[in-house]
């Protein structure tokens, strides 16, 4: 079974249906999913036509982790290796949204033995987006972080990625995602008026890049009284405010943002191996409840990630 969209919409446009998976060629491998990752990318991919390579119906889902089920033939995976049996974890790819996928093996890695499937399933989209926000903003040890929305599934991985390079961290977020945060080595700050000064406190020294994955109004604000240096702030969510203040959007902020990703998913993996990076998983879903699932990703605040299960 996959989930398909018919129709460019929300959540409510997704259609399940079977669906004969083919056979691996040369360079791919099929994958029996055991969880399958929910993303904001996922209702944005949905959203709207931006031209003709996107045809309809739309394959929805990114990122899963299972079971190495067929190997094409002279295939190894990204990492190596690639037997039938192997646990993998595939990024990124199309049609997530299934209980079998065929996929390019260069894709496919090892499944880290620390993350169980719906962790795994969750791990790199925004594993690569937080990496992806670090690197254009120079983030290196000693610098002073501030991370809007800092309980959110991006800004998690900020925070450990963040601390792994020896930068402290400051995060917004709400009263009740204080301990998420703190447990991630960051000082959390809530959002709303006297925000500004409530950064200062925590960071008396001055805050020397900021990562929003909000796309606020006050976000944007308090990014520009806080950072004298606004070639140091990165969004994740772009508007024409950000644009004009002259804040880095993520997307098309490297030259080959996706020569990056691609090559920053080995570090990430062997991070989490080690256990080093985790990924908090708020619920699970049945396959079948795939529009459930996103409508909560798009419409709430899940307190972590989200995962279909066949």
Sequence with gaps: MKWIAPAFGGPEVLTLVEDEVRSPAAGEVTIDVRAAGVNPADYKHLAAA?????????????????????????????????????TVVAFR???????????????????PDTLDYPA????????????????????????????????????????????????????????HNFAVVRGFGAEPVTYGPGLVDRVRAAAPRGVTAVIDTVGTDEALDSTVELLPDLGRAVTIAASERTRAAGVTAIAGALPDSAAFRDAVRPRLLALAAQGKLVVPVARTFPLEQAREALELVRTGHPGGKIALIP
């Design 93 to 111: 790819i199309s049609g997530g949204y299934a209980s079998r996928v065929t996929v390019p093996a260069k894709d496919v890695f090892a499944k």
């Design 50 to 86: 931006r031209g003709p390579d996107r045809p309809l119906p739309l394959s929805i889902g990114y990122e899963v982790a299972g079971v190495i089920s067929a190997v094409g033939p002279d295939t190894t995976i990204g990492s190596g290796g690639g037997l039938i049996g192997d």
């Design 120 to 175: 795994a399933a969750n791990l790199l989209l925004a594993g690569t987006t937080a990496a992806e926000a670090l690197h254009v903003t120079g983030v290196r040890a000693g610098d002073t972080v501030l991370v809007h929305g800092a309980s959110g599934a991006v800004g998690v991985s900020v925070l450990q990625q963040a601390r792994l390079i020896g930068a402290t961290v400051v995060g917004t977020a709400s009263e």
